[in-house]
């Protein structure tokens, strides 16, 4: 297909509001896919990878702006393009704006096209040859093979390209609506789709196969070592609540670490993280661990937390230093101890066991680690006083409070429902994300020094308080580079920035508040920590918070 078909497609996408209507233009889009169904599938996403690979585009905002700046022409500085950006709000509407003609003559000599000529599989592999660039001068070699991509663009074509390479398609179409359109596209049963997209999270593959083989064949999709599945959530709750509805509960230390997903295919281990990034690097005492103790190829579901010298537990702020490392891995190790607690498995010698109840999962784990310490310990039972001991014992022994969980239920990657339940007892934290901030000022005026922070509500960001207690000068400098590269724009102290980062917030009140988009502003917010394992996607949401408040 021409990409230019696929944007005006996307653009007619964009202009629907109604979700059946989204749903039925979607639909239409990749019946008529042909070959290109898998990227296109992908694309509407304003994705290049599937969600399970750690590949990415790595293209900083500020790339962009200089692809589109120099294809823009000689007269063009990226200062042009943020100036443009604060008066029309969103990229592809910045790069649309520009009349890439007058470098045509320079794209011809270097790709052999001219505007309006690119195909949707030409975009996809120049982007992923552009992915694939490392090492020295790799981002002079991603600008120009960007520039030279803008520059065959036509508007149309400039505003998905740059949409996409920022992976913000903005065309309102939600993972919901791509799998209620792959199942009409195709004629398979959408829960069908919605287990398929569970198992290999790649709407691309889960696209083709219900377009190949149907409803049969997405059924047969199973597990594989290597490819990540999104984890299983919980929700907040009470044991008396837990036994209410189940009958029995089962009760697990929650453990304040970071969570990994173990890969190992019987030679190597993969770890992943909450996210889905790999996190096999940083992380090799783990992989020591279950290479040297597991005893069949399995997919295991753990927390890896940071412990003292006594074998003590540390917070998970402690495990945040080691897990995204990629220099100086060995010095940390000595600095930082780290242990895996295994509570699930969900693959174990070939089998897949996603649809077995938890009690066999964990008797699974317990025979695939050789009865390991590393196994979580569990009690199963109908008696609150029996969860209430074991409860102080977790506290005691310096956890983060204890899970409870369905004796019956099954593993449902990614869904936050009523089958796990968490209580900790602790103050109440948000993960929120940094949309926006205020340069410092006197001794902080290099660093950024308040960052407004907002809860999800739906695709976008709505704010709900500004935090600028709790952070150390250290952590300011930290944070100004942790932020300085989602910078949209600038006016005066205030900077606009992109959702990127995620901020556990520490807060006394959710108060009623008029000022912020929310309803609402934190009393007394207070930084606590980045949480790197955490995307925007996953940050607390206003229903959340809304259900906070009434409950305060
Ligand atoms: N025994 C356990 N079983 C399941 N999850 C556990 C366990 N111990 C610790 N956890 C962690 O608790 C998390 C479950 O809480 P939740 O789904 O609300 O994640 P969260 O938003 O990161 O919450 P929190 O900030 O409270 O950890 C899991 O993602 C996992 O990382």
Redesign the pocket.
């Known amino acids: 297909m021409k990409f230019e078909s696929l944007c005006k497609r996307s653009a007619a996408i964009e202009a629907e509001s109604g979700d059946l209507e989204t749903v039925s233009l979607v639909a239409a889009l990749l019946s008529e896919s042909d070959e290109d169904l898998s990227t296109i599938t992908r694309f509407i996403q304003g994705r290049v990878f599937p969600a399970w690979s750690s590949e990415t585009l790595n293209i900083g905002t500020s790339l962009c702006h200089v692809a589109i700046a120099r294809a823009a022409g000689p007269n063009v500085r990226p200062e042009d393009i943020e100036n443009r950006l604060a008066e029309r709000g969103e990229i592809g509407a910045v790069a649309e704006s520009y009349d890439f003609g007058g470098q045509q003559g320079l794209a011809a000599f270097g790709a052999g096209g001219s505007q309006g000529r690119l195909t949707v599989s030409e975009v996809d592999s120049e982007l992923r040859s552009l992915a694939k660039t490392s090492g020295s001068g790799s981002q002079d070699r991603k600008l120009d093979l960007l520039f030279g991509l803008f520059t065959r663009c036509s508007p149309i074509e400039a505003r998905y390209l740059a949409r996409i390479v920022l992976s913000e398609m903005r065309i309102g179409v939600g993972e919901g609506a791509v799998r209620d359109a792959i199942a009409d596209a195709f004629s398979v049963p959408a829960d069908t789709v919605e287990r398929a997209l569970q198992v290999t999270n790649d709407y691309g593959h889960v696209a083709r196969v219900a377009r190949e083989d149907g409803a049969d064949g997405l059924t047969a999709l199973q597990l594989e070592i290597g490819r990540p599945v999104q ?1 299983m ?3 907040a709750g009470t044991a008396a609540e837990g036994i209410d509805t189940w009958g029995e509960a089962i009760a ?8 990994v997903q173990v890969h190992y295919d019987g030679t190597s281990v993969s770890l992943f993280s ?1 996210n889905m990034d790999d996190v096999t690097d940083p992380l090799p005492e783990i992989v020591e661990f279950v290479s040297e103790t597991a005893t069949v190829p399995c997919i295991l579901d753990g ?1 890896v937390i940071a412990i003292d010298e006594n074998g003590d537990p540390l917070p998970f702020q402690a495990v945040l230093r080691r897990f995204r490392r990629k220099h100086d891995i060995a010095k940390m190790r000595n600095e930082v101890t780290l242990e895996l ?1 295994a ?2 498995c969900l693959h174990a010698d070939g089998v897949d066991l996603l649809d077995e109840p938890v009690t066999e999962r964990h008797a699974t784990l317990r025979s695939v680690l050789d009865g390991s310490q590393a196994v ?1 310990e569990t009690i199963q039972t109908d008696s609150l006083d029996k969860i209430a001991v074991f409860e102080t014992q977790s506290l005691e022994a310096g956890h ?1 409070g204890i ?1 409870l ?1 369905d004796p019956a239920a099954v593993y449902s990657p990614g869904n ?1 429902g009523q089958h ?1 339940l ?1 209580r ?1 007892p602790d103050i109440e ?1 948000l ?1 929120l994300v940094v949309t926006g901030a205020e340069w410092g000022e006197g001794r902080r005026a290099n660093h950024i020094g308040t960052f407004l922070v907002s809860v999800r509500d739906g695709d976008s960001f709505a704010p709900i308080g500004k935090v600028a207690t709790g952070i150390t000068d250290a952590q300011l400098e930290e944070l100004t580079t942790l932020c300085e590269p989602h910078i949209l724009s600038e006016s005066g102290q205030s900077i606009d920035l992109s959702p990127a980062v995620v901020f ?1 917030v520490g807060y006394e009140e959710i108060q009623q508040s008029p000022t912020y988009a929310s309803g609402y502003a934190l009393r007394f917010p207070r930084f606590v920590a980045v949480r790197d394992d ?1 995307t925007p996607e ?1 940050a607390d949401s206003l229903d959340r918070v809304d259900r906070l408040a009434e409950s305060q």
């Not at 697990?252 to 969570?259: H, S, Y």
């Open positions: 984890a959530l919980a929700q697990e230390t929650k453990f304040d670490g970071a969570r909450r927390e607690n509570f699930d979580s983060e899970m969980k936050r796990w968490k900790k934290t993960d556990e955490k996953t």
